[in-house]
């Protein structure tokens, strides 16, 4: 782990740290996304025997019933226990209403303003395939969606070398009623969300994390659908000083290198940590601060997509820090039990993005819409305003959609 200070160059480009577009990927990816708008499944069909070296049938992307149901037979029982009480933690904590409508009535003026929400009818899921089963990313995206109200939801993920597809992430989508399942990956498989094919349905907002040709995909797919997030490598910060236990400040930062890509950050006071981790963690950087208040200040800097406190009091620490993904108090919180089972989702923003984005919610899967009634004698109050506005901005034509009501 390298020690840097927060008063040289490194730092400001740590704090400015962006998703690195390569112009390779994204050359690739804008014609995979043409190939798969304009050739539908037969694209679909040559990039999974080009990427995956799996030959499919048009039929065969999308997985059967059978297979749905076959899928439990190839699951440990004793893991299937730990998925549903992992499902019902998360089911708990999006269960209860997050969005309050605004309504303002004012009877005597002849005036009603309000919300009206509703879901996006379709969501996409993307599970990534490789050696890992991001199982958990399954009920993480599939959760708050369904919480919101989603009826139609869809997953892709890639087939496996024998043309099946991963029984874990099979089992919980089950379980989850995620409404079709289909074996197709890559850049191919967010443009058959983004477009539609023949066998793959169009959606409204795609989810879930991928490689660099996913995020690219997503990115330039942003606009036609809506997306969770542009996402970048995992990340980890950590506060810690006297008061912390060492060894789980080093087990946590070393826990992030089993991403691919992810960076981690160690923010103390303490000398002999900060020499601790130079030797023991390859990779990542560490600040070593003055006090806390510096290092709450480092931490908003960074934006992290996690952020660990270990101190004697983080509840103290807690209320000052304004950009996290997500923040874990005390020695008994690593980022861990948030991953898998805590209940709040683990999609989150990343590269700094913190400061701007929050973590995937109900609230990302609901339209607002903006309600609005006058009466004749409101309209009439508002007349003089709107004759003015409207001929301020040269557009009669709008004006006299009010007079004709007023005539």
């Not at 076959?70 to 004793?78: E, K, L, R, S, W």
């Not at 087939?159 to 399942?181: F, K, Q, T």
């Not at 995992?234 to 826990?255: G, K, R």
Request: glycine letters at 8%; one cysteine or more.
């Amino acid at each position: 782990m390298k020690v840097i200070s927060t008063a040289g160059k490194e730092w400001q480009r740590l704090c400015s740290r962006q998703l690195v577009r390569k112009r390779r990927v994204e050359e690739r990816v804008t014609k995979i996304l043409d190939d798969v708008r304009q050739n539908g499944d037969e694209a679909l069909l040559r990039y999974t025997r080009r990427f995956d070296r799996v030959r499919l049938t048009a039929r065969q992307l999308r997985v059967t019933e059978a297979e749905k149901s076959g899928a439990f037979q190839h699951i440990d029982p004793g893991l299937m226990v730990h998925l549903k009480a992992a499902i019902q933690n998360v089911q708990a904590f999006y269960s209860r209403p997050r969005l309050r409508p605004i309504r303002i009535v004012d009877g005597d003026g002849g005036v009603y303003l309000g919300e009206k929400f509703d879901p996006v009818d379709r969501v996409g899921v993307y599970i990534p395939g490789g050696t890992a089963s991001l199982v958990s990313t399954v009920y993480m995206t599939v959760i708050p969606a369904r919480q919101a109200g989603v009826k139609y939801i869809v997953l892709a993920t890639p087939p496996r070398p024998d043309g099946r597809m991963d029984p874990n992430i099979l089992a919980v989508a089950s379980l989850l009623h995620v409404d079709e399942v289909y074996k197709v990956g890559g850049a191919q498989a967010i443009g058959a969300f983004a477009f539609g094919t023949k066998t793959v349905p169009k959606v409204d907002k795609i989810v879930g994390p991928g490689n660099a040709y996913v995020v690219e995909a997503k990115r330039q797919v942003f606009g036609l659908v809506d997306i969770d997030t542009i996402a970048g490598p995992s990340e980890i910060a950590i506060i810690a000083n006297q008061h912390a236990n060492p060894q789980y400040v080093i087990t946590d930062l070393l826990a992030e290198s089993e991403h691919a890509g992810g960076i981690s950050f160690l923010i103390t006071t303490s000398k002999s940590l900060a020499k601790l981790a130079r030797k023991q963690v390859s990779g990542g950087y560490c600040m070593l601060v003055k006090n806390l208040d510096e290092a709450v200040d480092v931490a908003n800097a960074l934006a992290p997509e996690h952020l660990e406190i270990m101190v004697k009091s983080p509840k103290k620490l807690l209320k000052r820090i304004r950009h996290a993904g997500a923040i874990f108090l005390g020695p008994y919180s690593p980022v861990t039990i948030g991953d898998y089972v805590a209940g709040p989702s683990h999609v989150l923003p990343t590269g700094g993005a913190a400061r701007i984005f929050s973590g995937l919610g109900v609230e990302d899967f609901i339209r607002k819409t903006h309600v609005i009634s006058y009466t004749k004698g409101a309209l009439e109050k508002a007349q003089e305003s709107l004759r003015c506005l409207t001929a301020l901005e040269g557009l009669p034509k709008h004006f006299d959609s009010v007079k004709v009501r007023l005539s």
